[in-house]
């Protein structure tokens, strides 16, 4: 039997990785052999019969692909067409942010999440560039898009979120020292409100790629309305 083992995060379609993250069990070892028959595309059977010495290759390589820290991918091609990142998050429309929210509730829905942040390419201006109008479509294609674009988006989030709740706690604490009146949601409560609801999607998959043969949940995008945020600050 001829077995291909990926070397890296972007040869693992994003189904694969979605599966993973679905396993059941809390067991390193088993978490380990039901990695490499979804990663190898064996089946339980196939990976029981694999030389103990080519499992033990497999589960090296398929570490170090989860410990990958990607970045983010504005664009890039997939089966002939050319995707873009929305390209200003500030605009983020009432209905993307809502179906964003509304996909995130099931992990195995990911790639719904990356149809409304990648869209179609339609203008290319130097370093800018445009993408289609969101139309509340998904595109299935994407179930088997490149792993590192998915994880590169999300911990994009992931890093942009820790700045700006490092920047809020910094700005609260200089308000209270100086007992100013400035309202906070004059620093931009759009993206304020966008990017925290994206940052607990992140950081559990943050936790995943840390520890990768620990059972972790993606979990929802958000569960808190802005009110709250601002009250956790």
């Known amino acids: 039997m001829e077995i291909t083992i990926p070397t890296k995060l972007s040869e693992v379609p994003l189904y694969q990785l979605i599966e993973y993250n679905q396993v059941d069990t809390e067991n390193d070892t088993q978490r380990a052999i ?39 991918t504005q664009i890039f091609t997939h089966k002939g067409v050319k995707y873009g990142f929305v390209p200003n998050l ?49 595109n ?43 309202d906070l949601t004059k620093s931009g409560d759009g993206w304020a409100l966008s990017i925290y609801s994206l940052m607990e999607m992140s950081q559990s998959l943050t936790q995943l790629v840390k520890h990768p043969f620990k059972q972790i949940s993606c979990g929802r995008l958000t569960n808190r309305t802005w009110g709250s945020w601002k009250e956790k600050l």
């Open 34 to 72: 039901y990695a490499t028959a979804i990663f190898l595309g064996l089946t339980h059977k196939e990976t029981a019969k694999l030389p103990l010495k080519v499992l033990n290759k497999a589960i090296g390589h398929i570490k170090n692909i989860l410990n990958e820290s990607p970045q983010l």
């Open 90 to 138: 500030d605009e983020l429309t009432t209905g993307e942010f809502i179906d964003i929210e509304n996909y995130q509730k099931e992990p195995k829905d990911l790639y719904k999440v990356m149809s409304v942040l990648y869209r179609p390419v339609t203008e290319v201006q130097k370093k800018r560039y445009k993408i289609a109008s969101y139309k509340g479509e998904v």
């Open 140 to 182: 299935e294609s994407f179930k088997d898009m490149a792993s590192d674009v998915a994880v590169g988006a999300q911990l994009f989030f992931y890093h942009i979120a820790n700045e700006l709740l490092t920047y809020s706690q910094k700005y609260l604490e200089a308000k209270k020292a100086k007992q100013t009146n400035t």
